[in-house]
Nanobody, 115 residues
Framework: QVQLVESGGGLVQAGGSLRLSCEAS????????IAWFRQAPGKQRALVAM???????NYANSVKGRFTISRDNAKNTVYLQMNSLEPEDTAVYYC?????????WGQGTQVTVSS
């Protein structure tokens, strides 16, 4: 089992920045990649960024150039640095760990961007 705890969400004005953290615990050796998803009201959950154990990184087109995903292996933590935030980035952000046999989700953290 893997447990994920997200933190760092909050309220920010358009153009501002936030850094989200996703700390993993438990059977972290079984994780192949960690991704950030987001879900806005009335919309489906969508991939924002992903980083694999080999270092491969992918971003959604809507966040390229503004968001950066990174990790600190010593702390079992993945970060999502979000710059130039827009009201359209408002959503609950979830961390997902992709394991060998199953995926795990965190509880989510709210990000609200005011115009």
């Amino acid at each position: 089992q893997v447990q994920l705890v997200e933190s760092g969400g909050g309220l920010v004005q358009a153009g501002g920045s936030l850094r989200l953290s996703c700390e993993a615990s438990g059977s972290t050796f079984s994780i192949n990649a960690i991704a950030w998803f987001r879900q806005a009201p009335g919309k489906q959950r969508a991939l924002v960024a992903m980083i694999s154990n080999s270092g491969n990184i992918n971003y959604a087109n809507s966040v390229k150039g503004r968001f950066t995903i990174s990790r600190d292996n010593a702390k079992n933590t993945v970060y999502l640095q979000m710059n130039s935030l827009e009201p359209e980035d408002t959503a609950v952000y979830y961390c997902q760990a992709m394991g060998r046999l199953q995926n795990y989700w965190g509880q989510g953290t709210q990000v609200t961007v005011s115009s």
